[in-house]
């Protein structure tokens, strides 16, 4: 899409004018020459062949400050930051003073390495060396006066990501990410997770390096993911991309640029999926929600009621803002709405995801206070319909590189995410990690249900009220889906002509919705079919009274401590107790419970 943006070579191109040394530190000429190279190569971008050369001047000069200083900045454009850490280091113990700008620069550097506690030491000591005077250090050029008045502008929101960050470690607790490895990842950008339900199938967005975008997916293989291949139903010659589903797997939302009949740049797309997994004919969202700018990655409710996407619309708060809009009983979309301040800066926000309980917004942001380029965040929303302050999700999740589209597992569980990071296969990879209990949202269960016509055993078309929740009608398949918090109970009626009213009262469990959870509403026909009698051959055999057999069956049914929902385990057991007994008549049943003087 349009906002991913390509690496930004550190504008001022980490301030090179800091950089260059007085003649007096020169003590060997041969050094002097060696060093004005390595600095003309490195202003050319010739970072490796700059780093060779400050080694040699090195060489020529032992302790040469300025030289080191010049490796440090060569590794920190490189990306590796241990090395511009000990390069810094090694000026800053042979000379505290020989210049103020360095303290920044070795703040960034330790930020970058993931040492966010030495880095908010080294930016308060620059800040602290400002009351000194100039002539102090030995570095004191215009050139680096003008290089520390860029520092200073930037200093007060690195000091405070310093201080997010710290307090984000000690809050969200995630411990690792990995990579989802080379069959996802390549040497291009991979990035825009989305996870099926069962965990087996991966889409993803990939742009290649003559930059095309397209969608791709991959599966779960022996506990690795294949090659990723072209989603054939969705690509064209254009850019595709960012794709989602409704938890009920039967409709996909992506983005499509320059495509014939939208209305923007990119849009936002819709396309039925078959119970087979085939996608249908895909079209642009119809209503509002749509624009002549543009529209993309979008993320759907857990129900399929509500859409959220960024937009750089007009009336926004920033250079690109995130909204929701409302699916009408028509199927339209209604006019979206600005998520506001609290989510929205003046710059750029983008790739939101709602979660199944739709209380917990994760989104990407260059806006809020970062680790130092394009942060995840996450918002909840209380009971008066209003987002929190964004937190930002701290190490190991956000780094000082970009990361964005963070993707949830059906369960809740597992994070899905892009990051820019060094020591993976490309630019953007696609990684993932397990959230600490405290990010968990309130578990929600994806149920099924199926309305039968119970003498024919055959679907039936029908509308099912659920107390206080909106209704649904069925189409022929007589199938329904419900995003149900666990636990809850649903309370189902259906009247429906030449069949008796129906009604009954489910417990939703908890379930880790690889599977749905499915129910059955068997509808009994107010028809009655008389069973056929087929005659018996007269049986002329005496055969001696006796009483019929009886058996007893036991099971005992254990609830967690102050739950009243089964669990999962619990269930399956029960099942496996009941499905014998249904080929038996049986007399009586007998149910008794109780709890004790602690807890039920």
Same mark, same amino acid.
């Given at each position: 899409?349009?906002?991913?943006?390509?690496?930004?070579?550190?504008?001022?191109?980490?301030?090179?004018?800091?950089?260059?040394?007085?003649?007096?530190?020169?003590?060997?000429?041969?050094?002097?020459?060696?060093?004005?190279?390595?600095?003309?190569?490195?202003?050319?971008?010739?970072?490796?062949?700059?780093?060779?050369?400050?080694?040699?001047?090195?060489?020529?000069?032992?302790?040469?400050?300025?030289?080191?200083? %010049?490796?440090?900045?060569?590794?920190?454009?490189?990306?590796?930051?241990?090395?511009?850490?000990?390069?810094?280091?090694?000026?800053?113990?042979?000379?505290?003073?020989?210049?103020?700008?360095?303290?920044?620069?070795? @703040?960034?550097?330790?930020?970058?390495? %993931?040492?966010?506690?030495?880095?908010?030491?080294?930016?308060?000591?620059?800040?602290?060396?400002?009351?000194?005077?100039?002539?102090?250090?030995?570095?004191?050029?215009?050139?680096?006066?003008?290089?520390?008045?860029?520092?200073?502008?930037?200093?007060?929101?690195?000091?405070?990501?310093?201080?997010?960050?710290?307090?984000?470690?000690?809050?969200?607790?995630?411990?690792?990410?990995?990579?989802?490895?080379?069959?996802?990842?390549?040497?291009?950008?991979?990035?825009?997770?989305?996870?099926?339900?069962?965990?087996?199938?991966?889409?993803?967005?990939?742009?290649?390096?003559?930059?095309?975008?397209?969608?791709?997916?991959?599966?779960?293989?022996?506990?690795?993911?294949?090659?990723?291949?072209?989603?054939?139903?969705?690509?064209?010659?254009?850019?595709?991309?960012?794709?989602?589903?409704?938890?009920? @797997?039967?409709?996909?939302?992506?983005?499509?640029?320059?495509?014939? @009949?939208?209305? %923007?740049?990119?849009?936002?797309?819709?396309?039925?999926?078959?119970?087979?997994?085939?996608?249908?004919?895909?079209?642009?969202?119809?209503?509002?929600?749509?624009?002549?700018?543009?529209?993309?990655?979008?993320?759907?409710?857990?129900?399929?009621?509500?859409?959220?996407?960024?937009?750089?619309?007009?009336?926004?708060?920033?250079?690109?803002?995130?909204?929701?809009?409302?699916?009408?009983?028509?199927?339209?979309?209604?006019?979206?709405?600005?998520?506001?301040?609290?989510?929205?800066?003046?710059?750029?926000?983008?790739? #939101?995801?709602?979660?199944?309980? @739709?209380?917990?917004?994760?989104?990407?942001?260059?806006?809020?206070?970062?680790?130092?380029?394009?942060?995840?965040?996450?918002?909840?929303?209380?009971?008066?319909?209003?987002?929190?302050?964004?937190?930002?999700?701290? #190490?190991?999740?956000?780094?000082?590189?970009?990361?964005?589209?963070?993707?949830?597992?059906?369960?809740?569980?597992?994070?899905?995410?892009?990051?820019?990071?060094?020591?993976?296969?490309?630019?953007?990879?696609?990684?993932?990690?397990?959230?600490?209990?405290?990010?968990?949202?309130?578990?929600?269960?994806?149920?099924?249900?199926?309305?039968?016509?119970?003498?024919?055993?055959?679907?039936?078309?029908? /509308?099912?009220?659920? %107390?206080?929740?909106?209704?649904?009608?069925?189409?022929?398949?007589?199938?329904?889906?419900?995003?149900?918090?666990?636990?809850?109970?649903?309370?189902?009626?259906?009247?429906?002509?030449?069949?008796?009213?129906?009604?009954?009262?489910?417990?939703?469990?908890?379930?880790?919705?690889?599977?749905?959870?499915?129910?059955?509403?068997?509808?009994?026909?107010?028809?009655?079919?008389?069973?056929?009698?087929?005659?018996?051959? #007269?049986? /002329?055999?005496?055969?001696?009274?006796?009483?019929?057999?009886?058996?007893?069956?036991?099971?005992?049914?254990?609830?967690?401590?102050?739950?009243?929902?089964?669990?999962?385990?619990?269930?399956?057991?029960?099942?496996?107790?009941?499905?014998?007994?249904?080929?038996?008549?049986?007399?009586?049943?007998?149910?008794?419970?109780?709890?004790?003087?602690?807890?039920?």
């Amino acid at each position: 899409m349009k906002h991913l943006y390509a690496l930004q070579w550190l504008i001022a191109f980490f301030c090179f004018c800091a950089l260059p040394a007085p003649a007096q530190v020169f003590r060997n000429p041969t050094a002097a020459e060696i060093y004005r190279d390595a600095e003309a190569a490195l202003l050319n971008g010739k970072t490796e062949q700059a780093l060779k050369l400050f080694e040699r001047s090195l060489k020529a000069q032992p302790g040469l400050s300025a030289a080191h200083r %010049g490796m440090g900045l060569c590794y920190a454009l490189l990306r590796d930051y241990p090395q511009a850490v000990e390069q810094y280091e090694t000026v800053l113990k042979s000379d505290s003073l020989f210049s103020r700008s360095l303290y920044y620069q070795l @703040g960034e550097a330790y930020y970058k390495a %993931g040492n966010h506690k030495k880095a908010l030491e080294c930016f308060k000591k620059f800040k602290q060396l400002q009351e000194a005077r100039v002539d102090t250090f030995s570095m004191n050029t215009e050139r680096e006066l003008e290089a520390e008045q860029r520092y200073l502008a930037k200093l007060q929101s690195n000091i405070r990501a310093c201080e997010v960050t710290l307090d984000s470690i000690k809050f969200i607790n995630i411990t690792q990410v990995s990579n989802l490895g080379k069959g996802v990842n390549t040497k291009d950008d991979d990035y825009f997770p989305y996870l099926t339900n069962d965990q087996e199938k991966l889409f993803f967005t990939r742009k290649t390096a003559d930059g095309d975008e397209d969608l791709l997916e991959s599966r779960l293989e022996k506990g690795q993911w294949s090659k990723g291949s072209p989603v054939k139903a969705i690509n064209s010659g254009n850019d595709e991309g960012m794709c989602t589903l409704v938890r009920d @797997g039967r409709r996909l939302y992506f983005t499509a640029c320059g495509r014939e @009949g939208g209305l %923007g740049v990119c849009d936002i797309w819709e396309a039925l999926v078959s119970a087979g997994g085939e996608i249908g004919e895909a079209t642009p969202l119809k209503g509002y929600a749509n624009s002549a700018r543009w529209e993309s990655q979008a993320s759907i409710s857990c129900d399929g009621s509500t859409i959220y996407f960024a937009s750089d619309r007009e009336g926004g708060l920033g250079k690109s803002d995130l909204y929701y809009s409302k699916r009408k009983t028509d199927g339209s979309w209604s006019t979206p709405a600005n998520l506001g301040p609290r989510i929205n800066t003046d710059d750029y926000e983008e790739a #939101p995801f709602i979660t199944n309980d @739709g209380r917990t917004l994760y989104f990407s942001s260059y806006g809020h206070p970062g680790m130092g380029d394009q942060d995840i965040f996450m918002s909840w929303l209380d009971d008066k319909g209003e987002w929190s302050t964004p937190i930002n999700l701290g #190490p190991p999740v956000n780094t000082a590189f970009r990361e964005l589209g963070l993707f949830l597992s059906a369960d809740g569980t597992t994070g899905y995410f892009a990051s820019e990071r060094p020591g993976g296969y490309g630019n953007l990879d696609i990684y993932k990690f397990q959230l600490g209990e405290q990010l968990y949202s309130d578990p929600v269960t994806f149920l099924e249900g199926l309305v039968i016509d119970s003498a024919m055993d055959m679907p039936v078309a029908a /509308t099912v009220h659920f %107390g206080d929740r909106p209704q649904i009608t069925t189409g022929p398949d007589g199938r329904f889906f419900l995003c149900v918090p666990a636990g809850d109970s649903l309370n189902i009626t259906v009247d429906k002509k030449y069949f008796h009213p129906y009604q009954n009262l489910f417990l939703v469990p908890q379930w880790d919705n690889k599977q749905f959870y499915t129910i059955e509403i068997l509808l009994k026909s107010v028809f009655e079919f008389p069973e056929p009698e087929i005659p018996q051959p #007269p049986d /002329t055999t005496e055969v001696p009274a006796r009483k019929p057999a009886v058996q007893e069956f036991y099971h005992t049914i254990y609830f967690d401590f102050n739950k009243v929902v089964m669990s999962i385990e619990e269930l399956d057991m029960l099942k496996s107790f009941l499905d014998p007994l249904k080929r038996k008549k049986v007399q009586r049943l007998e149910i008794a419970g109780y709890a004790d003087d602690i807890g039920t």
